[in-house]
């Protein structure tokens, strides 16, 4: 049955493949790429470039180099200058060179045979083409490590040598090499090795508020007016900061989080929706994990749950908790432990990725420990503690 109500205004826009209109938190990194490839735009065909782009999963790699893609074209568009932005990520063709190259050489040719040719025949094929057609172009190869494992040395010597002995020819052919960190390039002789590491761009993990402002954008694009809430998606920073300071990653449990709440029917993005989301791509905590809490530390989980499951909120000042859990302690005849004794236990929960706590200010109490119950759906959590007390209490 579908949904009669949606949170989404366009969920294209939280696409792993849609390029946003800006890219937040990247424009240091955007110019430099614009200065190291700058010589198209004054003296194209006198020298060509080869520029690494670093980073971890999330980071942004792909996007800032097609992002950098079309402000490029558009800058050389300008100078009359014939030029295309090729993107191919090696690993789709398994590191094999002869598909890369046949993949670039498609842009041009549509039509031309997939098999019958060698790296290096179809790499000529591909210089004369750009030749005769007087075009310029930047081959960015994503997932450039997935090339070195399978290709080695001969492949990148190949790819950034050849045109060099067209000395008499301009020079049509600069590349971009994107992979996570530098460790492939030590499988590469040291000739090769030296051909590469003089332009390195190195993109840093978002931190928290980067992935907010970052979420924010998104949600501006992708959702209906007031479906998500601050709290939301300071929730869903808090995952992808854990996560590496993985954009990519938010983003996507954005997404998932506001299909649950369509299947819900809800007219908001939830916290708890935020926290099926992410169960359903981080494994919930274990029941034995559960099991092996004391009495107490029972009691604390699950005044945190119930707390969660009955309010919207997305985070709980320690005081609230400590209030619940006293009404649970009540429920089991059980004298309540001392608010030290609890921050401890807090302390444990934040230790084993169970909950997450910062210091907020609230408008009551001044600065208090905020409490956060971000990847485990807050009711299923109830169910396995209840289901454990069930046992204890018979």
Same mark, same amino acid.
């Given at each position: 049955?579908?949904?009669?109500?949606?949170v989404?205004?366009?969920?294209?826009?939280?696409? /792993?493949n849609?390029?946003?209109?800006?890219?937040?938190?990247r424009?240091?990194?955007?110019?430099?790429?614009?200065?190291?490839?700058?010589?198209?735009?004054?003296?194209?065909?006198?020298?060509?470039?080869?520029?690494?782009?670093?980073?971890?999963?999330?980071?942004?790699?792909?996007?800032?180099c097609k992002?950098?893609?079309? #402000?490029?074209s558009?800058?050389?568009?300008?100078?009359?200058?014939?030029?295309?932005?090729?993107?191919?990520n090696?690993?789709?063709?398994?590191?094999?060179?002869?598909?890369?190259?046949?993949?670039?050489?498609?842009?041009?040719?549509p #039509?031309?045979?997939?098999r019958?040719? *060698?790296?290096?025949?179809?790499?000529?094929v591909?210089? %004369?083409?750009?030749?005769?057609? %007087?075009?310029?172009?930047?081959?960015a190869?994503?997932?450039?490590?997935?090339?070195?494992?399978?290709?080695?040395?001969?492949?990148?010597?190949? $790819?950034?040598?050849? %045109?060099?002995?067209?000395?008499?020819?301009? %020079?049509? /052919?600069?590349?971009?090499?994107?992979?996570?960190? $530098?460790?492939? $390039?030590?499988?590469?002789?040291?000739?090769? @090795?030296?051909?590469?590491?003089?332009?390195?761009?190195?993109l840093?993990?978002?931190?928290?508020?980067?992935?907010?402002?970052?979420?924010?954008?998104?949600?501006?694009?992708?959702f209906?007016?007031?479906?998500?809430?601050?709290?939301v998606i300071?929730?869903?920073?808090?995952?992808?900061?854990?996560e590496?300071?993985?954009?990519?990653?938010? !983003?996507?449990?954005?997404?998932?989080?506001?299909?649950?709440?369509?299947?819900?029917?809800?007219? @908001?993005?939830?916290?708890?929706?935020?926290?099926?989301a992410?169960?359903?791509? !981080?494994?919930?905590? =274990?029941?034995?994990?559960?099991?092996?809490?004391?009495?107490?530390?029972?009691?604390?989980?699950?005044?945190?749950?119930?707390?969660?499951?009955?309010? =919207?909120?997305?985070?709980?000042?320690?005081?609230?908790?400590?209030?619940?859990?006293?009404? !649970?302690?009540?429920?089991?005849?059980?004298?309540p432990? *001392?608010?030290? @004794?609890?921050?401890?236990?807090?302390?444990?929960? =934040? @230790?084993?990725? /169970?909950?997450?706590?910062t210091v907020?200010?609230?408008?009551?109490?001044g600065?208090?420990?905020?409490?956060?119950l971000?990847?485990?759906?807050?009711?299923?959590?109830?169910?396995?503690?209840?289901?454990?007390?069930?046992?204890?209490?018979?």
């Amino acid at each position: 049955m579908m949904s009669r109500n949606s949170v989404f205004k366009d969920e294209s826009k939280l696409d /792993i493949n849609y390029l946003p209109a800006r890219l937040l938190h990247r424009a240091y990194e955007s110019r430099l790429l614009m200065e190291f490839f700058s010589f198209l735009t004054r003296c194209p065909g006198r020298m060509a470039q080869r520029v690494i782009v670093t980073g971890d999963v999330g980071t942004g790699k792909t996007a800032l180099c097609k992002f950098f893609g079309e #402000n490029i074209s558009v800058e050389v568009g300008k100078r009359g200058v014939k030029f295309r932005y090729v993107h191919v990520n090696c690993r789709e063709y398994r590191g094999n060179l002869s598909q890369i190259l046949h993949n670039a050489v498609t842009v041009f040719q549509p #039509n031309f045979p997939v098999r019958g040719f *060698s790296a290096e025949e179809i790499l000529k094929v591909l210089l %004369q083409i750009l030749e005769e057609e %007087q075009v310029f172009i930047i081959l960015a190869l994503d997932e450039f490590d997935s090339l070195i494992e399978k290709e080695g040395s001969d492949a990148v010597y190949k $790819l950034t040598r050849l %045109q060099e002995m067209q000395q008499d020819k301009p %020079q049509r /052919i600069s590349f971009i090499f994107i992979q996570r960190n $530098l460790e492939s $390039l030590k499988n590469l002789d040291d000739s090769t @090795q030296s051909t590469l590491q003089r332009n390195i761009i190195n993109l840093e993990r978002y931190g928290n508020a980067s992935l907010i402002d970052i979420l924010n954008d998104r949600v501006k694009l992708a959702f209906e007016l007031a479906t998500v809430s601050e709290d939301v998606i300071s929730l869903i920073a808090e995952l992808a900061s854990a996560e590496v300071g993985n954009a990519r990653f938010g !983003i996507e449990l954005l997404w998932r989080s506001g299909k649950y709440a369509d299947a819900r029917d809800a007219w @908001q993005v939830e916290p708890e929706c935020v926290r099926q989301a992410v169960s359903a791509i !981080i494994p919930m905590v =274990k029941r034995s994990e559960l099991d092996g809490l004391g009495l107490h530390e029972k009691m604390l989980l699950l005044a945190v749950a119930r707390y969660f499951k009955e309010n =919207k909120d997305a985070y709980a000042t320690l005081v609230e908790i400590e209030e619940t859990y006293a009404v !649970i302690c009540e429920e089991y005849g059980e004298e309540p432990y *001392s608010h030290t @004794q609890l921050w401890k236990y807090i302390q444990h929960f =934040k @230790q084993v990725g /169970i909950v997450q706590t910062t210091v907020g200010s609230t408008s009551f109490r001044g600065r208090s420990t905020m409490v956060s119950l971000p990847s485990i759906p807050a009711g299923e959590l109830e169910q396995q503690l209840c289901s454990l007390f069930s046992r204890s209490f018979r």
